[in-house]
């Protein structure tokens, strides 16, 4: 995964934002934890892992891949917000071996209290480790997340030409 590739797009599209609508890019890392927090919920209710009361399937695997890249542009965001520009990439075989350990319930609770506090260096590099792990818990290649961040990320370029 082009990692570094990920975080120059989130910038480029973060700084659009900031521009175009007159924002101070400074004042926004609140705002981002926040979506992003907005964006895991929505992940987890396509997932339906939490619904022990209903029998109603998971939503279709691609409906369930844009709402984690969603997530994804927030956490490349507060990463960032941080001073980030790229993380160490943990292997997909060990990623895989290590998800597999943990309920996936759990790692959503990871993320909500991760996602919501201030993170040192080495948290953010934790939190982007457990939301790439979600990813491939979620069953997703790391080229198929790639490919849906670059598919995400053009199209939100296409809403702020029309004003989204």
Not at 39 to 58: D, Q
Request: charged share 30%; aromatic share 12%; hydrophobic share 40%.
């Amino acid at each position: 995964m082009k990692i570094k590739e990920l975080f120059s797009m989130q910038s480029e599209l973060n700084m659009r934002i900031v521009k175009e609508h007159n924002l101070d890019n400074s004042s926004l890392f609140e705002q981002r934890r926040l979506a992003f927090l907005v964006e895991l919920g929505e992940l987890a209710n396509e997932t339906r892992c939490f619904k022990y009361w209903s029998k109603r399937p998971a939503s279709e695997k691609e409906v369930i891949l844009e709402e984690y890249v969603d997530g994804l542009h927030f956490v490349l965001s507060i990463g960032l917000d941080l001073g980030f520009n790229e993380v160490k990439m943990t292997d997909e075989v060990d990623l895989s071996e290590k998800m597999d350990k943990i309920d996936i319930n759990s790692l959503f609770l990871t993320l909500y209290q991760n996602g919501s506090r201030s993170l040192s260096n080495d948290e953010f590099q934790t939190f982007f480790d457990e939301f790439l792990g979600l990813g491939v818990k979620l069953g997703f290649t790391f080229e198929e997340i790639e490919a849906a961040y670059f598919e995400k990320n053009a199209v939100n370029h296409k809403r702020q030409d029309t004003g989204y």
